[in-house]
């Protein structure tokens, strides 16, 4: 029974690696042809998060493959074709990112109240940070008209913002819910679910502030990944527990 278990798993993960190699390649090739008269880095950065503004629909994240699934998180090329929210059209930018050899990861902004508010990326251009918000189409710089990091905000320096060239409707609007305490800023949604927070006071007990800075590999923005990750990790657990009662 093990082995067919184990026989199972492997097939899945084979087959979801080879979806994600194929979903990969398809925005790979996306990405370059929408970048193909950018001479450098920040331009294929402005560029890429330009379009990505005009061409994606807002809309709720697709689950991925069935609904069981939704907590790992919407598949990149199905956002790009079908839509999604703050969360799903970054991970879409992170991973296009990804595939042209720019470095980024996800970031969150939370609510003065403390609740983790919404989803954005910091991209590293030449070992520079750079805060994008895709979604309503600026970009952070410092008072002095710098590039502003993640660990900047939170210092408590307080962030301007710039219009992405090419986008027409910007900036966040004027109501509460944008009413953001940067400094609270992570590289997560701590408080979507009890789960989150019991997991974050764990790993803040492991690691202290570390945590707060801890940026995801872009890889694991994918979900075939991540599912595969879980499915060898689970029949690593069945394996031991077997093996115990044997």
């Known amino acids: 029974m093990m082995t067919i278990t184990i026989s199972v798993t492997a097939l899945v993960i084979l087959a979801l690696l080879l979806a994600w190699a194929a979903h990969y390649k398809i925005l790979r090739v996306f990405t370059q042809s929408e970048l193909r008269h950018c001479l450098c880095d920040i331009d294929r950065v402005l560029a890429l998060a330009s379009v990505l503004h005009a061409k994606v629909r807002r809309a709720h994240d697709p689950y991925f493959v069935m609904r069981i699934f939704e907590p790992i998180g ?38 003065h109240s403390g609740h983790g508010q919404h989803c954005l990326v910091e991209a590293k251009i030449n070992n520079t940070p750079m805060i994008i918000d895709v979604d309503y189409g600026v970009y952070y710089i410092s008072n002095n008209g710098d590039p502003i990091g993640l660990e900047e905000l939170q210092k408590g320096n307080l962030p301007e913002f710039m219009k992405i060239p090419g986008v027409s409707d910007f900036g966040y609007p ?29 790993l803040k007990f492991i690691f202290g502030d570390k945590i707060n800075r801890l940026r995801l590999n872009p890889i694991l923005e994918w979900p075939h990944v991540l599912l595969s990750i879980i499915l060898v990790f689970s029949c690593f657990l069945v394996y031991l527990a077997t093996w115990a009662i044997q």
């Open 174 to 202: 004027n109501n509460d819910y944008y009413n953001f305490n940067y400094l609270l800023t992570k590289t997560a949604n701590w408080t979507k679910s009890l789960p989150r927070r019991m997991t974050y006071r764990f």
């Open 74 to 111: 919407a598949n990149p090329l199905c956002v790009l074709n079908n839509g999604g929210c703050c969360s799903g059209i970054h991970r879409l930018y992170i991973t296009a990112l990804h595939t042209i050899g720019i470095k980024s990861a996800q970031i969150t902004l939370y609510h």
